[in-house]
């Protein structure tokens, strides 16, 4: 698939409504605050939905029921800005150095409790790094996380 300008705006607010659904069944909100305007990118849709849908539903996944999840995009000069932020289990400082490796799961049984292949955010490195862009995390054992990815405004 060729670049193409994307509205990645657009692609947030449906990811997100994707998994409000799933969210709610487990009391957890999601709240998005997203711009009224496009937001465009140069890039592949489906691998931008990919970013987007790995973060949230992790999100959702390590959020024990009725937590908080908040999904933010911003355009600040050229830079795209999107957040994605848990009240959940967290990450241990020793697991944030690896979680974006292929088939990485933490050693927290909170986590390990939670099915998945340790695939995910692997997925996101790679189309965030196609992109030009950059991810980063922060987050404290027990109390949340914020995956924070960065783009060039196309
Ligand atoms: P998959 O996404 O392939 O189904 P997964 O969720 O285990 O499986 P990743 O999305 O790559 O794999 O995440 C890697 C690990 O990072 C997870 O197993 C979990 O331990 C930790 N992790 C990811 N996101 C969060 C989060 N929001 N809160 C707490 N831990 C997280
Ligand atoms: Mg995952």
Redesign the pocket.
Known sequence: EAPRQVDFTAIVADIVDLNTGPAERRSISVVRELPDEPTWVLGAAHELEHIVA?LV???V???PDGGHVVVTLETLDQEIVLTCA?D????SAA?QAH?FEDF???A?PA?THR????????IVQRVVDRHGGSIELE?TLGSG?T?RVRLRAA
Do not use: H, M, P, W
Not at 88 to 91: A, F, L, Q
Not at 115 to 122: I, K, N, V
């Open positions: 790995n539903s992790n999100a996944k390590y959020t848990d959940g289990i967290g990450i697991d979680v990485y799961r933490s927290d986590a099915s998945g292949t340790g695939l995910g955010l692997a987050s996380s995956f």
